[in-house]
């Protein structure tokens, strides 16, 4: 079975300092990876995704991250932060038997200070 | 925009009470998958269908059930509701849901509040 967990159910930077959110992942199979970004009273929006293939992904609104398989992790970064990034971010995983099932971690608070 | 569209966006109701969440996917998309938020739970699978057929299931109570109609469009029941049933309810889609292993799009939720 899969499971994520996200280290740090709130992270506080300043603006315009790097972002660094921190997700680990456990997977029997290769996982497909994805982050996903929670604005207050809206929907899931798609960050970035990992499938195969190049292991550093670059997503929308200058994010990215890096799958390290043998570290089992799958951190988002973006070098500036900037106020509108204020969210609650979601890692998530998928594949193996779980089928369409999307694992998420427990979410991670940003709050970005001016 | 996801293009997934959920109906209603709030619904009220007490306990014992039964509800229906809509969702309608992005246009082309097979697959459709319920998933509950909650505060002490948070993001759990419930159930997806593809292309009007059960795929997998999860964290899915007995009280609940879903189905996909042939407009593709999906519906949630909710019955006999708890208090513990208040969450957001969301609903994703993706393609062609072979192999299960595609990008979801969620929309934007419908939040239950059972009083």
């Known amino acids: 079975a899969q499971s994520v967990t996200q280290l740090g159910s709130h992270v506080s930077v300043s603006e315009g300092a790097l972002v660094l959110l921190r997700c680990n992942y456990s997977?029997?199979?290769?996982?497909?990876l994805f982050w996903y970004v929670q604005y207050p009273n809206q929907g899931l929006q798609l960050l970035l995704k990992y499938t195969t293939g190049a292991t550093l992904v670059k997503g929308i609104n200058g994010f990215e991250a890096e799958f390290k398989k043998s570290e089992t992790s799958f951190h988002l970064t973006k070098p500036s932060a900037h106020m509108s990034d204020a969210a609650e971010y979601f890692c998530?995983?998928?594949?193996?038997?779980?089928?369409?099932?999307?694992?998420f971690g427990q979410g991670t608070i940003l709050t970005v200070h001016p | 925009d996801s293009g997934v569209t959920q109906t209603p966006k709030h619904l009220i109701t007490a306990t014992g009470q039964r509800v229906t969440l809509r969702c309608s996917p992005r246009s082309g998309d097979l697959s459709v998958y319920w998933y509950q938020q909650s505060l002490d739970q948070g993001l759990q699978f419930l159930i997806q269908y593809y292309n009007g057929e059960e795929r997998a299931k999860g964290n899915i109570l007995e009280r609940f059930s879903a189905q996909q109609f042939p407009d593709l469009h999906s519906e949630l029941n909710l019955s006999s509701l708890e208090l513990g049933d208040s969450a957001l309810y969301f609903c994703?889609?993706?393609?062609?849901?072979?192999?299960?292993?595609?990008?979801?799009?969620f929309g934007p939720g419908t939040r239950l509040l059972v009083l």
């Open positions: 998530a995983v998928l594949g193996g038997t779980s089928y369409g099932k999307l694992t």
């Open positions: 997977s029997s199979v290769p996982p497909y």
């Open positions: 994703a889609s993706s393609g062609s849901g072979a192999g299960g292993l595609e990008t979801q799009y």
